[in-house]
């Protein structure tokens, strides 16, 4: 007695021919009445009478059936108990973020998640760029969300959005009448430079430095520090626009900024983590809250 054997049996039962079986198992008519016959055989039970091209039950068969359909419910029974133990044995997770986006976009990401689990426990920290991608490795990390960066091997990387920077100025400067900042506004002006590395590089900001040539006195590549620094009026600055909104009701002016700078943000994990069902869900969560982020900004807003 076999597994395919019992399969036939039912779908014989329920559909009430057996080619009608046949299609529901996509297989055809002289395989499920020759699975049938086997199934009679091994049982030393006849099961069915065939009865002008229909089949019923003999009451050995139908007592049979009965069993059956209750050994079927118990392994359907059985297939949703494991999937949901599957499902729930994660009862935490860990997320990395860098800078700006851990105070804004991935506390959005996180809220719609727990909202949808609010039994799994969430830890959030935020690294350094020179320690992100190794902490990418850690056994028990789940996903990263940060700049886009170079390619690292056995780290899966799922771009989010392409994002325009917007331009940071210190309360009661004399750019703030204009509703948008063009590049030569900026020729002469004291702007914040933004540190580049081996890892996180802001090639469009150098580009457009050497264009303007600004006084550049300060310089950083954490976010907070260069918003800081606008709001105190010591300099301006091309900016992610995520901290924006938090920035501008403690007095910085935000305004677009033309022609635009543009920067990719990144998820990663790790590629034997990519079929987990946290991976896909926090995927598309984050899909949704970085793509508002796309759209240039308005003063004040995003």
């Known amino acids: 007695m076999r597994m395919r054997q019992l399969e036939a049996f039912r779908a014989t039962i329920l559909n009430g021919t057996i080619s009608s079986a046949a299609k529901s198992l996509k297989t055809t008519q002289p395989t499920i009445s020759r699975l049938l016959a086997d199934l009679e055989y091994s049982l030393q039970l006849n099961l069915l009478h065939r009865r002008k091209g229909r089949v019923v039950p003999t009451p050995e068969g139908m007592a049979f059936y009965r069993k059956l359909d209750e050994v079927f419910d118990a392994f ?80 899966e990387q799922v771009i989010l959005a392409k994002v325009d920077y917007i331009c940071a100025l210190p309360p009661q400067h004399p750019l703030c009448e204009k509703k948008v900042i063009h590049e030569e506004d900026l020729i002469g002006e004291k702007l914040i430079a933004l540190d580049s590395d081996d890892v996180l590089a802001f090639h469009q900001h150098t580009d457009l430095y050497k264009r303007i040539n600004p006084v550049t006195q300060f310089s950083t590549q954490h976010s907070a520090n260069a918003y800081s620094l606008v709001n105190k009026g010591l300099c301006s600055g091309v900016l992610e626009p995520f901290s924006a909104p938090i920035w501008a009701a403690m007095g910085v002016n935000i305004r677009p900024f033309k022609p635009t700078i543009s920067y990719k943000y990144s998820a990663y994990f790790k590629e034997d983590k990519k079929q987990s069902w946290v991976i896909r869900e926090l995927l598309d969560i984050a899909g949704r809250k970085f793509k508002k982020y796309e759209t240039p900004p308005q003063q004040g807003t995003l």
């Open 76 to 155: 359907s029974k059985l297939k949703t108990a494991a999937e949901d133990i599957s499902r729930d044995k994660q009862q935490e997770i860990r997320i990395i973020s860098l800078g700006a986006i851990s105070i804004s976009v991935v506390p959005e990401i996180i809220e719609e998640f727990t909202a949808n689990h609010p039994d799994i426990n969430v830890t959030l920290n935020t690294t350094d760029v020179k320690s992100y991608f190794n902490m990418l490795m850690d056994e028990d990390l789940d996903i990263a969300f940060g700049n886009q960066m170079g390619e690292q091997p056995g780290v």
